[in-house]
């Protein structure tokens, strides 16, 4: 069994201006700097056999200043990289987390229909990301990794080891930055969560 460990990026110079990302990027910001130092300290003397992070410069810039304070060199892997939203990347960014139960279906449909048209369509993302943890699993059945990325791998990844649904993503919508989610996957598939947006290491930081 697996144990892996989850990481999302810091807080970025777009997040804090409400813009969504996707495949474009920006850099940290000051926030996102002190979390990353943050959830490298709480990681620290941690015992990983491999560290993995998506090749997006937000995730490998958060990565660095893990690896720094773990001993390990991040290795980017494309499969790890976030959802290209499409025409709707730059624009004003969303969190399906605080919506009642109708208002998020009907705008996860909405947006799905528009990523599908001119992003990545969310099946061929589920894939590469389920394809890439599988290849992970496969090269250390009984390690420990740590695992750079963002927040929509994050939440695909989730729905479709736990609940083995496409659409159980939304469930696990809303990471905060550099929090920790860790769960167990099996060589077959079968996980079992454990923790899930592990942030007291941050409880320190100001809003």
Known sequence: MTHLTLVRHGTTQWMERGRLHGISDSPLSERGLQEAHRVAKRLAGEPFDAFYTSPLGRARQTAEIIGEAIGLEPVPLEGLRELDFGWMEGGPTFDFSKDAPLKRVLRSAWIESLVRLTGEPRPRFIRRVAETVKQ????????????????????????????????????????????ITELEVTPTGEARLISLNEREHLSDLKE
């Open 136 to 179: 992970i699993v496969e090269r250390h059945p009984e390690g420990r990794v740590l695992i750079v990325t963002h927040s929509a791998v994050h939440s695909n990844l989730l729905g479709y080891f736990l609940h083995g649904d496409p659409s159980a993503w939304v469930k696990y919508d809303g990471w905060a930055p550099c929090a």
